[in-house]
């Protein structure tokens, strides 16, 4: 199965170049890297175009919709032509290995492999504090009182069957796309499994995440799932 790697970047030109580097070290199997362009005013254009000179399975696509990181995903799931989908950040804050393992563990018959950094294995390294605590929590409580099979829902880096994305649509208009597209597939009765994985904050350019900004949508997808998944508990019930 071929794997489509999404990296959305805007202002990226600092951190890219390594991260394509790196994953085209280390992915072996088949595979093509989709970077696109979210509306960027630095020379993330130019490092891409080079790169994608050295690499043949290097795209640079361009978001022609309003600027934002569910844009910028959605962007690359139209144009990905791999049965598999993974997004990965711009700085490579996620751990390329990781994809490997999502791949053998797809191949198990699962829909989704999340990549976790708080089931055992897993570790999260620097970042806003606030920002964790958040995460975690999300993701630990719909673990346990839903039964969502990830610590860690928040985390955008996961592994999808392309057909898992066709299924219905996405409402998201920021980084909480990547806790919609888990929710809904659970809900639509999806196969969703984890892999620890190590996340590390990034150390060249700047985070685009905004706790204060985002936290809002992210509490109102938190509650609708949390009330939507106790109510099919309490159904199972009767």
């Not at 309003?66 to 799931?77: D, E, I, V």
């Not at 806790?179 to 620890?196: M, N, Q, W």
Request: hydrophobic letters at 40%; one cysteine or more; charged letters at 25%.
């Amino acid at each position: 199965m071929k794997i489509s790697v999404i990296i959305p970047a805007h202002n990226e030109a600092a951190s890219i170049s390594d991260t394509i580097e790196q994953l085209e070290s280390i992915l072996k199997l088949e595979h093509e890297l989709l970077v696109v362009n979210d509306h960027s005013t630095d020379d993330t254009i130019n490092v891409v175009q080079e790169q994608s000179r050295k690499f043949p399975n290097v795209r640079l696509i361009h978001n022609h919709n309003r600027a934002g990181f569910a844009n910028a995903l959605r962007t690359g799931f139209n144009a990905a032509s791999g049965e598999l989908i993974v997004p990965v950040m711009a700085d490579l804050c996620d751990d390329p290995q990781t994809i490997i393992k999502m791949y053998e563990r797809i191949e198990q018959g699962y829909d989704i492999v999340c990549g976790s950094r708080y089931m055992q294995g897993g570790r999260k390294v620097g970042g806003p504090k606030l920002k964790t605590f958040f995460s975690r929590f999300v993701g630990l409580s719909l673990y346990l009182l839903i039964k969502v099979s990830t610590h860690d829902i928040a985390n955008s880096f996961k592994m999808y069957r392309r057909d898992v994305l066709k299924s219905f649509e996405l409402k998201a208009s920021g980084f909480e796309i990547s806790v919609e597209i888990p929710l809904k597939a659970y809900f639509a009765g999806f196969r969703i499994s984890e892999i620890p994985t190590t996340w590390i904050d990034r150390k060249k350019g700047k985070s685009k995440f905004l706790v204060a900004e985002q936290g809002l949508v992210y509490l109102k997808l938190y509650l609708w799932a949390l009330i939507k998944g106790l109510k099919t508990c309490l159904l199972k019930k009767k």
